[in-house]
């Protein structure tokens, strides 16, 4: 049996992917690494065939024409033995005692389940993350203390307010496998940041939640080409947008505030999160095109769902992005300035 199945989508990673895997490696037979070669043109493939090579009972080699992050993801999912499913990203790294840590929970309760109490077992685990800037010397610990109790089983019901620069993410959830397929998820091909959708759009289907207080996923900063570089996000501004329109229309959140109340305020603020970095890399772009984009996203979304627009643009910070005229525009890149030295989030 494995536990839990991690997926490690790469492309053109050789110079970082080994750090990746020998920190996942420590999980034994326990786990299932399954290393996505997405069409790499570098030793990636090779690489991740040597591994399968020595550790055969541990990694799988899957090589597959060029399709994305979200292509490996799915295609991971589509392979996944594991009870568990966690994205590792090939420059990221787990924490060696906070994964022993995971390891013996996720044991725990999928032995305890194997006697008849499966429907005890979390849909979703949620660990630490840190921002780790290596060159730098620079990390940075996201923790939600605040807001699940700690090693108890819980529901949306039972969670605490989120602070303001706090949400969860890929690098943060394990989810268990049965929910992901149970609730559709699939990424699109060929686009970045569609790990916003992978940490949204199963969250309806999380009826148990367990929270470890734990530093697990390292997640790497520091590469010029980095998906969340400034100049970087700016060149591919039209792929966040659309990301932002698929998560503002993969649930309908009517319908999840009857399940909890919790969950819809949760969800609309990371709607409202996603509206506001896009807005502002527009602002970034300092040119006219990106104004009429910036205008083009908020229309859309009057236009999609005008409950949910006016409840961004005057009930939450996000509309402070979109506010009018020079002095407006800004007022809102000072902000986001500031909101970025503080947070380090690039």
Request: net charge negative; charged share 25%.
């Amino acid at each position: 049996m494995k536990y839990i199945t991690f997926v490690i989508p790469c492309y053109n990673s050789q110079d970082y992917m080994r750090r990746c895997v020998d920190s996942l490696l420590p999980g034994g037979d326990d786990v299932e690494i399954l290393i996505i070669d997405d069409g790499s043109t570098d030793a990636t493939g090779e690489i991740a065939d040597e591994y399968e090579k020595y550790f055969p009972d541990i990694v799988k080699a899957v090589h597959k024409e060029n399709g994305g992050h979200g292509s490996g993801v799915n295609k991971g999912l589509e392979m996944a033995q594991g009870i568990y499913y966690k994205v590792v990203d090939s420059d990221d790294w787990l924490d060696e005692a906070s994964y022993d840590r995971l390891l013996e929970k996720v044991r725990g309760f999928c032995d305890w389940g194997m006697y008849g109490n499966e429907d005890a077992l979390p849909d979703l685990f949620v660990c630490n993350y840190v921002y780790d800037h290596l060159e730098k010397g620079i990390t940075s610990s996201v923790s939600y203390g605040n807001v699940f109790p700690e090693e108890k089983i819980c529901g949306w019901n039972d969670t605490k307010r989120f602070y303001p620069s706090q949400y969860l993410v890929m690098h943060s959830l394990i989810f268990r496998t049965e929910i992901l397929k149970k609730s559709g998820v699939v990424l699109p091909e060929h686009m970045f940041y569609v790990d916003n959708l992978f940490a949204c759009q199963p969250l309806p289907f999380v009826e148990r939640i367990y929270y470890i207080n734990i530093d697990l996923y390292h997640y790497y900063l520091g590469r010029n080409d980095q998906s969340v570089n400034e100049k970087v996000l700016i060149s591919r501004i039209d792929q966040q947008i659309k990301v932002t329109e698929l998560v503002s229309e993969c649930v309908d959140l009517e319908q999840v505030k009857i399940i909890s109340p919790k969950l819809e305020q949760y969800m609309c603020r990371n709607i409202s999160v996603m509206m506001a970095i896009s807005s502002v890399h527009l602002l970034l772009m300092q040119s006219e095109e990106g104004l009429e984009k910036r205008k083009g996203l908020w229309d859309g979304m009057r236009g999609r769902n005008p409950v949910l627009y006016r409840r961004l643009k005057y009930k939450t910070l996000c509309g402070l992005t979109y506010l009018p005229g020079k002095a407006g525009r800004m007022l809102t890149v000072g902000g986001y300035r500031i909101a970025r030295k503080i947070y380090r989030f690039q």
